[in-house]
Each structure stands twice: as C-alpha cells, then as structure tokens.
C-alpha cells in the first residue's frame, strides 16, 4: 500500500541512524552539554548568519510551540493566529494548558498579513475597555503553512515590521520549514529568517530526524532557561541524541538536499495531476499538495493509498491531502499517478 498520508512516516536518514550507532557507547553530559549540541549549534548559527543565537533542543512540536509561548507570554496573555494555526487545531489546547489564550484573526490558505494583524492591534488598544480583555503579546505562524502556502519575503518582512512596532515578538512554526526553503524560487532564506523573526524552530520530525525541533531565539532579548525546559517535562536527559541528527542535518547542506527531495516529488505530482485534469484546492509549491476528488475516487483510492482527507468540498467532492517527505521515491511518485 502507498502511503502518502503526512511526511513523518519513516524513521530517519540513513546518515542519521549511523552516526547514532556510531557513538552509541560515547559517554556523554547530558541536557545538551555536549560537543554534538555544541557542534550543531554552531552549524545553525552559521547558516542562519545569527551568531549569538541560543539554539535549544526539543523532541516535538507541540511540546516546542507550547515551551516558546510560556517563555515570551505571561498567563492570560494571548497569542494572534490564523484559523487554521496548528496551535489553534491539532494541539488540544495546549497553550491554554499553560494559561495562555489562542486568538484567531483573519486569515487566507493559512496566511495573515501585516495590515489585519496592525487592524486587531489598533482596534483592541482604541478599545476603552482593554484592560478587561486579553492583551495580544506574541504573534504566530507556520511557514509553511497547513495549506503548504508560503510567506514572501515581502509579506514576512511587512509582518515582522508591524509586530516590532507594536512590540509583539514574531514566532514561526518551522514544523517543514526545509519544505519551504526548498520550493524552487522561494526568496527566503534562513539568515532573513533569522534576521525577520524573533524565535523560530527548524523543523527535524518532519524532514528527516528520528525525532525533534532545533529551536532558534534569534532576539537576543528573549531566551529560555533549562529551568523552563525541565518545567514543561522537554528537558532530554540524553539531549546528545538531538545534538547528534542536527549535526548530521547541517552537514555538507544534507537538510536542504533531502528537503528538496519531497519538494520535487511533490510537484511531479502536481504536475500530473493538472495534466489529468483535476483541480487543485490551492497552489502550493511545498511537499504538500491538495486536490479536490470526487467521493466515489476517494473510495476507490482508499485500500491502495494513505492519503489525509482533508475537508468537504461540495456534496460530491472531498478535497485530500497527498504529503511527501525526505524518503518519496520516484517509483511511489510514479505508481500513485498511475492510480490516479
């Protein structure tokens, strides 16, 4: 059966699983006192051009988004999100677990933009009564986003210059932030990245590691203390096991070269799927792709591929989710077109 269901459903790279094995009997500090953080750390400031960066090691994204919000925010404070953020869907309340509110704004295929996130800024503090109200402290996104939408670098600097007036430290969701850089033409890099944003998390889960986020504190005047980290139970005792896969992914370019893997299946798939005449939801240029089916499709597809059904289109229509990952080989890529 072809599995095309989320991009996290292999193990690791190969390179990855073979430097672990290789220094499986190293003895090592824990809590990300060791030479492998260290080196990894290193690397990714290198790459994001931010030389006084603080890098942290987490094992998951929920844990990372739920760990930065508690850092910048202070309880009943509220962070602005699109619609369909990943904290305000699939995370359970996790961020109102540690008494913090998730507030929706205006949004388009998961995108915000300057202007609506300026518009609920000014209207809350023209407000007389907003002290009543919960202050909007910190602004998120995904990039890219749950729709494989992408931020400009113009739409990110636009975003990052309103937060920075108005005093909202900006934070970005890099779940499959590899899947972005790597979309052909995209003008972001990770030094703008770095540059536009005060924390952000490099994305290991989803392209390639065996597990974890590489968190980067860009701002230097926000930062975590390993006190909060042990707080929330995202202390890894054997942190040298994160240090290890974000060494190996920050050599020789290997994070972009296996993030421009599934970018490229992807739009083979894209490719063949306008060629058949279907219509896609949304123009991503990701490793997610998202079609409109007919139902009676969806069900014939079903026994024979994983895919992610991702929302009504019509009484007749479904629209589906197909993700690729760092693993998608062309012989997966052609035998889904031929089911197609």
């Known amino acids: 059966m072809l599995h095309f269901d989320s991009d996290y459903m292999e193990g690791a790279h190969p390179l990855i699983l073979k ?30 051009n931010c030389p006084e960066a603080q890098v942290v090691y987490l094992v998951g994204g929920t844990q990372t988004n739920a760990l930065v919000s508690d ?20 995370e359970a309340g996790a961020i109102e677990g540690w008494g913090h509110k998730v507030i929706e704004i205006r949004s388009e295929l998961s995108k915000m933009t300057a202007e609506d996130i300026a518009d609920y800024v000014d209207k809350f503090f023209a407000d007389g009564s907003y002290e009543h109200m919960v202050l909007p402290t910190m602004v998120y996104i995904s990039n890219p986003t749950e729709y494989g939408t992408l931020y400009s670098l113009s739409e990110l600097t636009a975003i990052s210059k309103v937060c920075h007036e108005r005093h909202l430290p900006l934070y ?9 850089l790597a979309s052909p033409g995209y003008d972001v890099t990770l030094a703008d990245i770095a540059r536009l944003v005060d924390v952000f998390y490099i994305g290991g889960t989803k392209v390639g590691a065996l597990f974890g986020e590489a968190v980067v504190f860009a701002n230097p ?45 992807a739009l083979r ?9 279907y219509e896609l ?60």
């Open 269 to 277: 798939l894209k490719q063949a799927l306008l060629d058949k005449g």
């Open 19 to 48: 430097r672990l094995s290789e220094i499986n009997f190293d003895k090592n500090e824990g809590y990300g006192l060791d030479p492998y953080c260290e080196s990894a750390t290193e690397k990714i400031r290198k790459a994001c």
């Open 221 to 265: 005047n926000l930062n975590v203390t390993l006190r909060l980290v042990k707080h929330h139970g995202a202390l890894l005792a054997k942190g040298w096991l994160l240090g290890v896969q974000f060494d190996t992914l920050f050599t020789d370019d290997l994070y972009m070269r296996i993030s421009a893997n599934a970018v490229n299946q």
């Open 71 to 90: 850092a910048i925010m202070h309880r009943g404070e509220g962070v602005l999100t699109p619609r369909t953020g990943h904290i305000n869907t699939h």
């Open 281 to 340: 939801f949304c123009d991503s240029m990701t490793n997610q792709q998202f079609v409109v089916l007919e139902n009676s499709k969806v069900k014939e597809m079903l026994p024979r591929a994983g895919f992610k059904l991702w929302e009504k289109f019509d009484e007749t229509r479904s629209v589906v989710r197909f993700a690729t990952s760092w693993a998608t080989t062309d012989e997966q890529i052609n035998e889904l077109i031929a089911m197609l």
């Open 172 to 180: 970005m969701d890099g779940a499959r932030l590899g899947y972005g």
